[in-house]
């Protein structure tokens, strides 16, 4: 048994490296308000630079430090430059979303440069291995730390006396300030982001090496891990951001002895959860806060949707409805299938981020808990089908609107950070809870469609299910936005303080929300599972909630229509063009790029 | 019917509202002057529920009121418009006007615990006769408040609130104040912003309002509106009520004199209050 003092170190050690990521998201949150989700991809890019040096360049130690540090730098000012800037006098929404793309776009060029294959990254330390009391601390423990100590000593030397340093911490305080007395916040920013990135490719790169391995799933991971301990630090804060990586690597390293090594996540996660619930403000913040600053419907672009004419949704509804009729090859059908199945879990999300605003990352959650729930109720207790996939729709909308309530609370880029914990803590819990869910195993054998008794043999029939299902949840969520609680909802998300002035309880409207797009979602993924047939832990994942996203986006965010038509256009388009699998994570993520850019509103229009 | 004792609201150092006692009676109008940084939205913000006081007590009707959430303020009658004005940006004129009279909703949102919501939902998506009734009404007595704004509002009903002039944003604000059917209203300057017509029409619709015998609490920098309204002043600076009083005399008291054109040179030289 290993002792608790190596837990300890390996607690510190680990939660050194979190403290250099979230030092770097701490420091872009003061200058900007933003919570920088590329920062787990610069981390992935830092970690193969260090890789490329190591291995193919052979450089020394010192010099690799070096290398990944100002490499990752150029990425950031690069992402700052050419992603970020341009976004400054848009929407509050806009630069939160371009991270999101970007940090897609990062992962996904550095997975078809070096293939998703984990890889070796050896430390170039002599593995020595000193006693101390009960444990053992190794050499790369040393340079770890190091690394660590030494970057905070020289962040906290330039903060405090450099006048660049200066200007950073003006800017923190107070941006407008700054400005009119002539602090090029252009520059801040740009510092910012190098100094961040820096941080973060040389986290990737020695844990890289503290694992002997990287691969490119390290980086949402490492965005997961840096936001958790800086949002427990209390977001912009960078000591506490430093603070709150150690006490994330404690947490997690005690988990892991205590309850093993697939926990591991779950504690992260779960302190996340804790503090935004119990201490939003951070475990260091002061008990209350100045009140929040009046803001006018910054949230979204305003815009004046395009009235789709009856005339045109009535034909298309016709088109798609008599398809199966044409002569159209069944993986034409295919393709429309899935489709309409993202369109259930777009309507969905953009039900929650569109019409309420709140930007949820984890919605791929709301499926797994349908389809789990379907497939279970069929297999366990032979509930028929059609019940089975309507009870996924209910579980799914209880389960997943309790599991989100603690984010109820929360406003803007938090309410995304929750959303993406609850999603993974979701496929945590799947993974892990054997006894129900069959953990990594996955359940296969989940019957097949059927209504009424009548398998859902021919494609034509599963189509036509799922394009009836599809148009039946789209019409009541019309009907739903033109009653007084989709009034409520647009409120709550131009101005959520004004909101409540006018006794809209925030908690019984986000409930709402969650309630009827947990049915869809739910409903989709219910379906989906008895469509594969296999389902497991990574059936829905991330990925397809930043799909279901960027199709919201696409459509105009709160566009019904909108949903319907980005769905078609961002799953069936590809398939058209018959754009090979790898490459289009990447053109998800560059539509959205753009489309933040030039057309914030969708192609439709925000409602 | 509201009346504050020893309401007190500290930032760090700073004590933004200290030890403020007031009594309004029914159908009163009393207004709150003061240089800028005195207190004055503070105060608005403790009593209305979006801050909460270090010490005191607000009570209205008789009722301990204190570190009400706002949503409850507003089911208790309380309304109230916005110093920078907010209005639902992305909502129709319309929309933004029947938010206001959202409490009033009752029989789409039936008043049970735990199913309440669900029912609400329901009846949402249902509709049921009682429910289109309900909103019709509603829609119709919106369109009588916005007939009060003559024909600034009107013919606008239906565009976003975005894209309406600010005077128009402000009037909107009212407007969705008084479709809640206030007992109390609280203004926070109705009028900045706006060139003297706007202003004297302003001025004229909440002498309309003060005549219809709603109780109302106005924080304005216009001094002669404010003259020409109130029934009493009362005038803050650094957090305290350093006058109260009809007002002329509160015009003419030295301390009153002092605060805004006295002490130091923080004060800046705003031109609404030289205006005055």
């Known amino acids: ?607 | 019917m509201l009346s504050l004792r020893g309401l007190t609201r500290r930032f760090g150092g700073l004590t933004a509202v200290d030890r403020i006692d007031l009594d309004l009676a029914r159908s009163e109008l009393v207004s709150i002057i003061g240089p800028n940084g005195a207190g004055k939205t503070t105060l608005f913000n403790l009593v209305t529920g979006l801050d909460r006081p270090d010490a005191g007590q607000v009570s209205l009707d008789g009722q301990a009121i204190t570190g009400f959430s706002p949503e409850r303020l507003a089911d208790e009658g309380i309304a109230r418009t916005f110093q920078l004005g907010r209005v639902f940006g992305n909502l129709s004129v319309m929309e933004n006007v029947l938010i206001g009279a959202h409490r009033r909703l009752r029989a789409v949102r039936p008043s049970l615990p735990l199913i309440g919501p669900l029912l609400e939902l329901g009846l949402a998506l249902w509709r049921p006769a009682s429910v289109r009734a309900e909103e019709e009404q509603l829609r119709e007595e919106a369109r009588a408040i916005l007939a009060r704004f003559g024909e600034r509002l009107l013919p606008r009903i239906d565009q976003p609130a975005y894209s309406l002039s600010y005077a128009n944003r402000r009037r909107v604000e009212i407007a969705r104040a008084l479709a809640l059917k206030p007992r109390l209203l609280l203004l926070d300057e109705p009028t900045a912003g706006m060139n003297p017509t706007e202003t004297s029409e302003m001025q004229a619709l909440i002498a309309e309002l003060k005549a219809e015998g709603l109780t109302i609490l106005l924080i304005e920098h216009k001094l002669d509106m404010v003259m020409r309204l109130s029934d009493r002043v009362i005038v803050m600076d650094e957090g305290q009520k350093i006058a109260e009083g009809a007002g002329e005399d509160v015009r003419n008291d030295p301390k009153v004199i002092e605060a805004y054109l006295g002490h130091g040179s923080s004060q800046p030289a705003d031109e609404r209050e030289t205006a005055a």
């Open chain 1, 1 to 607: 048994m290993t002792s608790w003092l190596d837990y300890t170190i390996n607690g510190l050690i680990v939660g050194n490296v979190y403290a250099l990521v979230a030092v770097g998201l701490a420091l872009i949150f003061g200058v900007s308000r933003l919570i920088n989700f590329a920062q787990g991809s610069i981390y992935l890019v830092g970690a193969y630079i260090g890789w490329v040096a190591v291995v193919e360049l052979r450089t020394p130690l010192f010099i690799t430090i070096l290398l990944v540090a100002a490499a990752s730098a150029l990425v950031g000012l690069i992402i700052e430059r050419f992603g970020l800037r341009p976004l400054q006098n848009s929407v509050r929404i806009a630069p939160l979303l371009a991270t999101i793309g970007i940090s897609f776009v990062l992962d996904q060029i550095v997975m078809l440069t070096f293939s998703p294959n984990p890889r070796a990254l050896p430390s170039q330390l002599p593995d020595i291995r000193f006693q101390i009391g009960g444990g053992t601390i190794g050499s790369l423990d040393i340079l770890i730390a190091c690394v660590g100590i030494t970057s905070a000593l020289l962040l906290f030397l330039f903060l405090r006396y450099s006048k660049l340093g200066w200007a950073i911490r003006a800017t923190a305080q107070d941006r407008d300030a700054a400005m009119q007395m002539g602090v090029d916040v252009n520059r801040v920013n740009q510092a910012v982001f190098g100094i961040a990135a820096a941080l973060g490719g040389l986290s990737g790169m020695l844990v890289g090496m503290y694992y002997n391995q990287i691969d490119t799933a390290m980086s949402l991971q490492a965005t997961l891990k840096g936001v958790v301990a800086e949002v427990a630090g209390g977001a912009g804060n960078v000591p506490g951001a430093i603070a709150g990586g150690l006490l994330l690597g404690l947490v997690e390293s005690y988990g892991v002895a205590i309850f093993g090594t697939s926990y591991r996540n779950l504690f992260a996660f779960l302190l996340l959860i804790l503090v935004l619930f119990l201490r939003p403000n951070g475990l260091f913040a002061r008990a209350r806060q100045a009140p929040p600053e009046p803001l006018t419907g910054t949230f979204i672009a305003p815009s004046r949707p395009i009235r789709t004419p009856r005339w045109a949704l009535v034909t298309a509804f016709a088109v798609f409805a008599l398809l199966p009729f044409l002569p159209v090859s069944s993986y034409v059908l295919q393709t429309l299938i899935n489709a309409w199945l993202f369109a259930m879990l777009a309507l969905s999300l953009t039900l929650v981020a569109g019409t309420l605003g709140q930007v949820s990352l984890g919605h791929a959650a709301l499926l797994a808990i349908g389809a789990y729930t379907s497939a279970l109720l069929s297999l366990d207790l032979s509930v028929p089908v059609g019940m089975a996939i309507i009870g996924g729709g209910l579980v799914s909308a209880a389960l997943g609107t309790l599991l989100i309530s603690p984010s109820f609370r929360l406003r803007g880029h938090y309410v995304s950070i929750a959303t993406l914990a609850i999603g993974e803590i979701v496929s945590l819990v799947i993974l892990n809870w054997e006894p129900v869910t069959r953990g990594p195993i996955g359940i296969s054998g989940i019957p097949p469609l059927s209504l009424f008794g009548v398998e859902l043999v021919s494609a034509a029939s599963v189509y036509w299910f799922s394009f009836a299902v599809m148009v039946l949840l789209a019409l009541l969520q019309v009907r739903l936005l033109g009653s007084h609680i989709g009034r409520s909802f647009r409120a709550i998300r131009d101005d959520d303080v004004a909101a409540r002035a006018y006794g809209l309880s925030l908690n019984r409207y986000k409930a709402l929300a969650f309630i009827f797009g947990g049915f869809a979602a739910g409903v989709s993924g219910g379906i989906a599972a008895h469509l594969y047939s296999y389902i497991n832990h990574e059936t829905f994942n991330t990925q397809q909630s930043i799909l279901a996203l960027t199709i919201v986006i696409l459509g105009g965010l709160g566009n019904v229509a909108g949903a319907i038509v980005g769905s078609v256009a961002l799953v069936g388009l590809p398939e058209v063009f018959r754009i090979a699998a790898e490459y289009r994570i990447l053109i998800y993520g560059i539509a959205l790029l753009l489309l933040v850019r030039f057309r914030p509103q969708g192609l439709l229009g925000t409602i």
